[in-house]
């Protein structure tokens, strides 16, 4: 079975610092790997994913994560944290052959302060 | 090209009583999912339909919720009798195929159970 564990649940940054994200994940084969942002009262919406091409992966609205095989890790990065990317952040795994079910970590709350 | 539609919003119960919820997806879209995203953790999911047929129920409780899609387009998720511990938001997705990455999520319903 696949699971992701999210390092901190609430990030505090200043605007235009940089943002760091943890993930780490377990999986027994290769995943596939999404980052999605909630903003309040709304769904959710994918920002990247990776499905096993290139290992750095560039998203949405400046972010990008590096998937690294050694560490079991996807964390998501962003150089210059914007007032705007106040949200919630999931990370989530699958697996090909699973009906490609997400299972998504407990999300991290991103606060960017002025 | 409209989005995944959810109503109601927000529903107010009290335990014991019944409750649906209705989603309808995005045109042509063959996949839909509903989860569920209780406070502080991240969406699970309960069902995964693919046209008007269950590819995946196993997280679903059987004895008191129950979904159905109809001629592979809206869908409706019940709860009856609802408990306290189903409080929660309930997000429906779709998707054009399996593939995770296309996964559309509507903007939720928030369900309180007094």
């Known amino acids: 079975a696949q699971s992701v564990t999210q390092l901190g649940s609430h990030v505090s940054v200043s605007e235009g610092a940089l943002v760091l994200l943890r993930c780490n994940y377990s999986?027994?084969?290769?995943?596939?790997l999404f980052w999605y942002v909630q903003y309040p009262n709304q769904g959710l919406q994918l920002l990247l994913k990776y499905t096993s091409a290139a290992t750095l992966v560039k998203g949405i609205n400046g972010f990008e994560a590096e998937f690294k095989k050694s560490e079991t890790s996807f964390h998501l990065t962003k150089p210059s944290a914007h007032m705007s990317d106040a949200a919630e952040y999931f990370c989530a795994v699958t697996l090909r052959g699973s009906n490609y079910k997400l299972t998504f970590g407990k999300g991290t709350l991103l606060t960017v302060n002025p | 090209e409209a989005g995944v539609a959810q109503s109601p919003r927000y529903k107010i119960i009290e335990k014991r009583q019944s409750v649906a919820f209705w989603c309808n997806p995005i045109?042509?879209?063959?996949?839909l999912y509903w989860y569920q995203q209780i406070l502080g953790q991240g969406p699970k999911l309960l069902i995964q339909?693919?046209?008007?047929?269950?590819?995946?129920d196993s997280q679903l409780p059987k004895d008191r919720f129950s979904a159905e899609r109809l001629k592979g387009v809206d869908s409706t998720l019940k709860i009856q009798p609802a408990k306290l511990e189903d409080s929660a938001v309930y997000l429906c997705?779709?998707?054009?195929?399996?593939?995770?990455?296309?996964?559309?999520f509507g903007p939720g319903t928030r369900l309180t159970v007094l």
């Open positions: 999986s027994s084969v290769p995943p596939y």
């Open positions: 339909f693919q046209n008007n047929g269950v590819v995946d």
């Open positions: 997705a779709s998707s054009l195929d399996r593939n995770p990455d296309t996964q559309y």
């Open positions: 045109s042509g879209h063959a996949t």
